[in-house]
C-alpha cells in the first residue's frame, strides 16, 4: 500500500514549456486535490475533485488544467510554464464520508523551477 | 471564503519546553480544525483535529484547543523532543458533502526544539 505517488520529485522547466506531475493514489479514494506550497503562504488549493469525471476550481487555479478519468489518477498540467509557478506542489486525497472525507493524506511533493 | 492567519510563523524552545502554535479563521461556518506536520522533504501528515462541538482534544504530548467565539484554535506540545523540530500547519473548512478534500491552511509555523 503506498498511499499517494507523485512523480517526478523534481523537475526544472524554461518558461512557456508545458509538463503533466502525475499523482496516483492506492487507496481508492474518491476525493484528490493539488495544493502549492510556498513560504509565507501555506498550501493553497489550485484544483480538486470529487470523484472520477468531475474536477472543479479552487482558489489559485490559473496557468493549471486537471483531469479524472479514473479513481486512482489525478494529473496536473502546466500550459504554459511561468516563473510564478515555480514552487512546491502536492497531490493529496481524502475518503468519503464523516470522519474521513476531511483527513487528507498528502503525497511527498514535487519541486518545481522555471526558469 | 475562509481565511485562516498562523503565529508565530518560527518559533524556537528547548528541549522539554512547552510549544504553543495559534490560529485564527475568519468562516463562522467552519466546523473542522485539523493539525498537519511537515517534516523536510516530505508532504504534510495529520497529527491532530477538532471538530467544532468539541472544546479540547488531547493525544499523548500534543492537545488542541479551539475557541468558537474568538474563532481561533491552538496547538500545544508539551515535553518537545528534537524530533517535534518540523514546519506544522494549522486548516479549517466546513465539513462535508463538496468541502471533502478541500482545506484552507495557516501560513506554517517552523517548530524548531534544540537538544
Known amino acids: 500500500n503506498a498511499g499517494v505517488t507523485q512523480t517526478p520529485k523534481f523537475q526544472v522547466l524554461k518558461t512557456g514549456q508545458s509538463m503533466t506531475l502525475q499523482c496516483a493514489q492506492d487507496?481508492?479514494?474518491?476525493?484528490m486535490s493539488w495544493y502549492r506550497q510556498d513560504p509565507g503562504m501555506g498550501l493553497r488549493l489550485i484544483h480538486y475533485?470529487?470523484?472520477?469525471?468531475?474536477?472543479d476550481q479552487g482558489e489559485v487555479p490559473n496557468g493549471y488544467n486537471v483531469s479524472r478519468s479514473t479513481t486512482e489518477d489525478f494529473p496536473l498540467r502546466l500550459l504554459s510554464a511561468a516563473p510564478s509557478q515555480t514552487s512546491v506542489y502536492f497531490c493529496?486525497?481524502?475518503?468519503?464520508?464523516?470522519?474521513?472525507?476531511?483527513?487528507?493524506?498528502f503525497g511527498s511533493g514535487t519541486q518545481l523551477s522555471v526558469l | 471564503g475562509e481565511n485562516v492567519e498562523q503565529h508565530p510563523s518560527t518559533l524556537s524552545v528547548q528541549e522539554g519546553d512547552s510549544a504553543v502554535i495559534k490560529c485564527t479563521y475568519s468562516?463562522?461556518?467552519?466546523?473542522?480544525f485539523p493539525w498537519y506536520k511537515q517534516e523536510l522533504g516530505k508532504g504534510p501528515q495529520l497529527i491532530i483535529d477538532i471538530r467544532s462541538n468539541v472544546g479540547e482534544k488531547k493525544d499523548q504530548r500534543i492537545a488542541v484547543t479551539l475557541n468558537k467565539t474568538a474563532k481561533h484554535f491552538s496547538l500545544h506540545i508539551t515535553e518537545t523532543q528534537p524530533e517535534d523540530s518540523a514546519v506544522y500547519f494549522c486548516a479549517a473548512t466546513n465539513a462535508g458533502g463538496t468541502s471533502y478534500g478541500k482545506l484552507t491552511f495557516g501560513q506554517g509555523t517552523i517548530l524548531t526544539v534544540h537538544p
Open positions: 475533485s470529487v470523484g472520477a469525471g468531475i474536477t
Open positions: 493529496a486525497s481524502a475518503g468519503t464520508g464523516y470522519n474521513t472525507g476531511e483527513k487528507l493524506f
Open positions: 468562516d463562522s461556518a467552519s466546523n473542522y
Open positions: 487507496m481508492n479514494h474518491e476525493y
